[in-house]
């Protein structure tokens, strides 16, 4: 039993640490660049999937992570880290 709590507590664990960047995409206005192109690849890869196509699914999966709006929201936390010690 004891087994089993440990993968949920790495779930919860990793579920906190995400959580500043999903509510930092959250402040994005809908229609928001970032947040419309990943909704946009969120169905192509869908699509690829259902076709069978899982070279190129991966493909697009890697490409997304790069430019994701969770690779935004790392880029523009950085962005106000650094103008607080500037």
């Known amino acids: ?3 089993r709590i ?3 507590r790495l779930l919860d ?3 906190d640490k995400s959580d500043r960047y999903r509510r930092l995409g959250l ?3 809908p229609g928001d660049e970032p947040r419309t192109r990943d909704l ?3 169905h192509q890869l869908v699509d690829l999937v259902e076709d069978g196509r899982a070279a190129e699914a991966a ?3 890697r490409d997304h992570i790069t430019h994701s709006l969770t690779a935004t929201a ?3 936390l950085e962005d106000r880290e650094g103008a607080r010690t500037v």
Do not use: N, T
């Open 1 to 3: 039993m004891r087994k």
């Open 13 to 15: 664990d990793l579920w």
């Open 40 to 42: 946009q690849v969120h």
């Open 59 to 61: 493909q697009l999966m």
């Open 6 to 8: 440990r993968p949920i």
């Open 27 to 29: 402040e994005l206005p």
């Open 74 to 76: 790392i880029s523009a």
